[in-house]
């Protein structure tokens, strides 16, 4: 089939671009059906990750955290018909919990937004938890990119109230509002310094219930008890109430304040740069994760119920391998005698034995040496002793003598890169993976297919 210089089918490329152009043109039954392919990680994901995040261009991000029944919703409403007065497209991207049977999000599209339903400038989208600690989704990045694509001004982001969220979404948002209520006076008091930390501006809504003054005077007092001023930013406390309509255009002022503060004083670069990390460190640590997680066998289950290895070491392991699958795991060297070639590494060349044992399978003697202080992913060399002659390094020592015996690889997943070599014309030695040292299972291609060196992959 040919490819592109992507690298991908042309069908698939022109499929991707099509979706890219009509959320571009702002169909909002594409910005939907791309939501659903990041967020579920469906085939064609990535290709549509790449597009959107070259096409977007960045939108104001207003993170809006708080406990429940803070009113986050209800004044997210009001604020989103304010922008749209203005002539502002308006995302909203509001998290909820994850049904554990479907995924899904529980709420799905709730009723506190139907009355921009029917609003082509306006994109509300649910996206569940995904069992998260905090309130956020590690897809989030992803969803926010669509949006932007689609040519949003204002993105905003709400979270489930699990009291992690305001933390989270200091590295996502831009402008970080905390809202909360008179009624919750035992919350304000107790209220959490990363909520302190991370708020950019503090909302007492429901303002107009009777309790507003003391509400008011506390969060004041909480300001300035925990020194909470951010360099060059005073958090500024407001006073809105949703459900009349009140403060509403005065909290958008000081979301403006604090936008015109962000490019001013350099801030909103560094805050890029943070989210951009924390896309990175949330989708690195996803993939590892899923990776590592399909890669627990049988075999593996075997050894912890028998006691030969224990989770901690083998999730070590499993963790340090699939960090850096289908990298270098080692290169294998005959030798005659461990005892004589020892010296040579150990003292000369001052690499450290990380590990000496007999792999009876195999009939050989082993040493894994590595430079002093190097991690369990990083490449060793591994020296091998015949135990028998008759073995496989014996008779490659007969005729070869001592010298490169093999190159070895780490893989996330043996059995389907085992199938995938064989479908490519490079049948492994073994029908199936077999015990190697170290615990790992490993397999063997054939010297010719290596161009003189035999390849071993370790899984």
Same mark, same amino acid.
């Given at each position: 089939?040919?490819?592109d ?8 490329n022109?499929?991707s671009a099509?979706?890219?152009?009509r959320?571009a043109r702002?169909?909002?039954?594409a ?6 392919i990041?967020? !579920? #990680?469906?085939?064609?994901?990535d290709q ?7 096409a977007?261009?960045?939108g104001?991000?207003l993170?809006?955290c708080?406990?429940?029944?803070s ?6 409403n009001?604020?989103v018909?304010?922008?749209?007065r ?8 509001a ?11 529980? $709420?799905?599209?709730? $009723? ?18 995904r069992g998260?600690v905090?309130g956020? /989704?590690?897809?989030?990045?992803g969803?926010?990119?669509?949006? #932007?694509?689609w040519?949003a001004?204002?993105?905003?982001? =709400? /979270? ?13 948002a831009? /402008?970080v +509002?905390?809202v909360?209520?008179?009624s ?6 107790a209220?959490k ?6 708020a950019?501006?503090l909302?007492?809504? *429901? ?5 507003? !003054?003391?509400?008011?005077a506390a969060?004041?007092?909480a300001?300035? +008890?925990?020194?909470r #001023?951010?360099?060059g930013w ?7 109430s949703?459900a *009349?309509? =009140? ?5 958008a002022?000081?979301?403006?304040r604090h936008?015109?503060w962000l ?5 909103g670069?560094?805050?890029? *740069?943070?989210q951009?990390?924390?896309? $990175? ?5 996803r ?5 590592t997680?399909?890669?627990i066998?049988?075999a593996h289950?075997?050894d ?17 391998r ?12 005959a030798v005659?005698? +461990?005892?004589?070639a020892?010296?040579?590494?150990r003292?000369?060349?001052?690499l ?13 003697r082993?040493?894994f ?8 992913a =990083?490449?060793q ?7 028998d002659?008759?073995?496989a ?5 007969s ?12 893989t996330p997943d043996?059995?389907?890169?085992m199938?995938r070599l ?6 492994p030695l #073994?029908a199936?993976?077999?015990s190697?040292?170290r615990?790992?299972?490993v397999?063997?291609l054939?010297? *010719? ?5 035999? /390849? =071993?992959?370790?899984?």
């Amino acid at each position: 089939m040919d490819r592109d210089k992507t690298g991908l089918p042309p069908a698939r490329n022109a499929a991707s671009a099509s979706l890219a152009e009509r959320v571009a043109r702002g169909d909002q039954v594409a910005v939907g059906r791309a939501l659903s392919i990041l967020i !579920d #990680e469906s085939e064609g994901s990535d290709q549509l990750g790449r597009d959107f995040f070259a096409a977007g261009r960045r939108g104001h991000k207003l993170g809006v955290c708080g406990p429940p029944g803070s009113g986050k919703s209800s004044l997210i409403n009001r604020l989103v018909a304010h922008y749209r007065r203005a002539g502002e497209k308006v995302g909203i991207l509001a998290v909820d919990p994850t049904s554990p049977w479907t995924g899904g999000a529980f $709420l799905g599209d709730r $009723l506190r937004v139907q009355s921009h339903a029917m609003d082509p400038g306006v994109f509300f989208r649910s996206l569940g938890s995904r069992g998260t600690v905090g309130g956020l /989704t590690s897809t989030i990045f992803g969803a926010i990119h669509v949006l #932007e694509a689609w040519g949003a001004d204002r993105i905003v982001l =709400e /979270t489930v109230g699990t009291g992690q969220d305001e933390v989270e979404i200091s590295h996502v948002a831009d /402008t970080v +509002l905390y809202v909360t209520t008179p009624s919750l006076g035992d919350e304000i008091q107790a209220m959490k310094a990363g909520a302190m930390e991370a708020a950019d501006i503090l909302v007492l809504n *429901k303002s107009d219930l009777a309790e507003r !003054d003391k509400a008011l005077a506390a969060l004041q007092e909480a300001l300035g +008890l925990g020194g909470r #001023e951010k360099p060059g930013w005073q958090v500024e406390v407001a006073a809105a109430s949703a459900a *009349k309509g =009140e403060g509403i255009a005065e909290l958008a002022s000081a979301v403006e304040r604090h936008r015109a503060w962000l490019g001013e004083s350099g801030e909103g670069a560094r805050r890029a *740069k943070d989210q951009l990390r924390m896309e $990175l460190s949330w989708l690195v640590s996803r993939r590892v994760a899923r990776d590592t997680v399909a890669a627990i066998s049988d075999a593996h289950l075997e050894d912890l119920l028998a006691r030969r290895t224990d989770p901690a070491t083998l999730g070590a392991r499993l963790a340090a391998r699939h960090g850096a699958a289908r990298s270098v795991d080692h290169v294998g060297i005959a030798v005659r005698s +461990l005892s004589t070639a020892l010296p040579f590494y150990r003292d000369a060349l001052g690499l450290e034995v990380v590990c000496e044992e007999e792999v009876a399978a195999q009939r050989v003697r082993v040493a894994f040496l590595a430079p002093r202080g190097a991690t369990p992913a =990083e490449c060793q060399i591994e020296l091998l002793e015949p135990a028998d002659p008759e073995s496989a390094v014996g008779r490659f020592l007969s005729g070869r003598g001592p010298g490169l015996h093999h190159v070895a690889f780490r893989t996330p997943d043996i059995e389907a890169d085992m199938r995938r070599l064989s479908e490519g014309g490079w049948p492994p030695l #073994e029908a199936a993976p077999r015990s190697g040292a170290r615990g790992h299972r490993v397999c063997f291609l054939h010297p *010719k297919h290596g161009h003189g060196v035999l /390849t =071993e992959l370790i899984g």
